[in-house]
């Protein structure tokens, strides 16, 4: 009984929170959370693992749906410094880090207004 409570519970959070992170923001998945387990009443560490399991199952659901509907061109658009090409002579830890010193010497910081440093 306790099992399909957790099972219940896990696909509940998960639905809601879907239906929820498309109209409002992403840190809604945690008031459906707490009112699923206020629906479903179970102890402190079942709420937990249910809400934990169910926010990160859907949210790998949702990855990996991007993913193959875009065929995975951003990621290797994204990442491709970190495979060895042929054009390139460098080892892996030159390549990287010479492009986040590239990346942080063209950062230009802007203050902004009514915040003080």
Known sequence: YTKMKFIIQVVLIALSSYVAEQFFPWWSVVICAFLTTLLIQTDNLTAFVSGFAAISFLWMLVASFIYVKTKALLSFKD???????????????????????????????????????
Do not use: A, E, M, Q
């Open 79 to 117: 990442y491709s410094f970190l495979w060895p090409s042929k054009s390139h002579h460098h080892d892996f830890t030159h390549r990287t880090c010479g492009w986040n010193c590239r990346r942080l010497r063209s950062f230009k910081w802007t203050p902004v207004p009514g915040i003080i440093v």
